[in-house]
């Protein structure tokens, strides 16, 4: 045989295989069924609009306020660990380590219920979403000092000797000359944790919830047991990739501008 | 900001300094003056400690030893500010670090702004005007990136003197650019030493240092071996190093 014949061979057999395995699925599938857990239109419709006005809406409160507080969080410990103090930078690491290597869940049960158990007098803002957001952003500030911190080392050193040497205090150089550079860099890393942030608020769906607070997992998994359908998850699952879709086209597009400008 | 100035202390003076990278001494022991107004150039080999000497200068390294007094303030000294003596200092680098996120003007007027507390406008007019001493006013809107690599020394050099500094130290000013750009840095530099500038040059353009330079120091080992009048110090060299020195670099 041929080389270019043998490939076609090969090439068609793929084929067929693919062709054969849909086709037993469709005639062995029972298609009724399917339908009727996962694509029931009128549970579907039914969802409307409180998994886009609540749960949706939820979703992206936790995954923002979760952000901004991993951020500000990230920043501090990125800047610890940069730090000439070396207590600072024992501290980053133990950080940093600590709550990488613990599962989420864990740390979320913990600050969410943990802690008022251990003081019952304490109370954190938004019962035991709050302190689920507090958790979660806790975590994410782990995983995005070390981006942050990537990104400060990232811009050369000649700059802040510039800017010190202009009489700039170590503050002020940060603020306004190593910073922005560092942001610049790392845009793309920080909107890859906030997609991973809005799939791990799905994490919260074990904290006690009203109908107003359930975020989209919890909203879904609810209908689902009440109805006793598989649907709900299903249209859940499409607002997540909603979300989540157009940011990972954003890092993507983002990632081919940055490696263009250097 | 206001730091005690002694208007008749001249503006560097080093003592006994020495400076240590881990077990390595690199400055073993220099002293060192800048007079008003003088033009100082220091040659040496690579290695032999200039940049290291200069970046003392502005505490850019920590001294191991010694003194270093600018305009009469010790720098060494912990309770010293020394934000406050850098703006007296304007430094230029081999690789011109300008700030690549901000334009010519921004990159011009963020110290001013930030550092000095000028208004924007007071600012503004300051860049403007030393834009127009490097030559390069067309440039105020551009991004760094846009410009030659001797036209953003040059920016770099107004950056500094929008500080109004009381001296300036340049590390191997036109190191890194190429042979048909260095020309238009140094004239900028000439006419910055003509205007009464008090100005160290680490350089290897050794016509510059015969032409424009009030003394030339060569460094070897991290010491002074030998200063001078640049004639002198060029042409007839006492030590047998410096001789050494100025004949491996004229084969090249
Ligand atoms: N940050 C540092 N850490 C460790 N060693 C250093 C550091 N900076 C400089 N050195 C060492 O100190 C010595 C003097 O360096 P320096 O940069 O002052 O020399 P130089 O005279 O400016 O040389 P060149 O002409 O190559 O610029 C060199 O051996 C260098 O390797
Ligand atoms: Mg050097």
């Known amino acids: ?262 | 900001m206001s730091i005690q100035r002694d208007e008749t202390a001249p503006p560097i003076q080093i003592r006994d300094l020495h400076k240590y990278f881990g077990e390595l001494e690199v400055l073993r022991g220099i002293d060192f003056e800048v007079k008003h107004g003088e033009v100082v150039c220091l040659i040496g080999p690579s290695g032999s400690g200039k940049s290291t000497l200069l970046r003392c200068v502005n505490k850019l390294e920590e001294p191991t030893a010694g003194k270093v007094l600018i305009e009469g303030i010790d720098i060494t000294d912990p309770e010293t500010d020394v934000d406050a003596v850098r703006t007296r200092i304007g430094m230029v680098f081999q690789q011109f670090n300008l700030f690549p996120h901000l334009t010519v003007l921004r990159n011009l007027r963020i110290a001013q702004r930030r550092v000095l507390g000028r208004d924007t406008a007071e600012a503004t007019r300051v860049a403007e005007e030393m834009l127009a001493r490097v030559g390069l006013s067309e440039k105020i809107d551009e991004h760094p990136s846009r410009l030659s690599g001797g036209q953003q020394q040059r920016v770099a050099i107004a950056r500094a003197l929008c500080m109004n500094p009381d001296m300036m130290l340049f590390d191997e000013p036109t190191s890194a650019l190429d042979p048909e750009l260095i020309g238009e840095v140094l004239d900028v530099m000439r006419e910055l030493a003509e205007a009464g500038m008090t100005m160290v040059v680490v350089t290897h353009e050794m016509t510059f240092a015969l032409q424009v330079a009030d003394r030339v120091i060569f460094m070897d080992g991290g010491v002074i071996v030998e200063e001078g009048p640049p004639e002198q110090l060029l042409r007839n060299p006492t030590h047998e190093r410096t001789q050494r020195f100025l004949r491996a670099i004229e084969i090249e």
Request: proline share 5%.
């Open chain 1, 1 to 262: 045989m041929k080389r270019s014949t043998r490939q076609k061979v090969i090439r068609y057999s793929l084929y067929g295989v693919l062709v054969l395995v849909v086709a037993i699925f469709a005639i062995f599938a029972d298609w009724e069924r399917i339908g009727r857990s996962f694509f029931n239109v009128e549970i579907a419709v039914d969802m409307f609009p409180e998994v886009l006005t609540v749960a949706a809406r939820n979703t992206i409160t936790y995954t923002a306020l979760a952000f901004i507080f991993g951020l500000v969080l990230a920043l501090v410990l990125a800047l610890m660990k940069l730090s000439s103090i070396k207590a600072y930078r024992w501290l980053a690491i133990v950080y940093i380590e600590l709550f990488r290597g613990l599962p989420a869940l864990v740390t979320i049960i913990f600050v969410a219920f943990a802690i008022p158990i251990a003081f019952p007098g304490v109370s954190i803002p938004g019962g035991a979403l709050g302190q689920g957001t507090i958790g979660l952003g806790i975590v994410a500030a782990a995983y995005m000092s070390e981006t942050i911190r990537a990104g400060i080392e990232a811009v050369p050193r000649g700059q802040m000797e510039a800017a010190r040497s202009l009489g700039m205090s170590w503050g002020k150089a940060m603020t306004y000359i190593i910073l922005p550079q560092a942001f610049r860099i790392i845009i793309p890393p920080l909107t890859n944790e906030l997609v991973l942030l809005i799939k791990d608020t799905s994490l919260f769906f074990v904290l006690g919830t009203t109908p107003a607070t359930k975020e989209l997992t919890k909203f879904g998994r609810d209908l689902m047991n009440s109805k006793f359908n598989g649907t709900p998850l299903i249209v859940i699952a499409l607002v997540y990739l909603a979300i989540t879709l157009p940011l990972t086209y954003l890092v993507a597009r983002l990632e081919k501008r940055t490696a263009a400008a250097r």
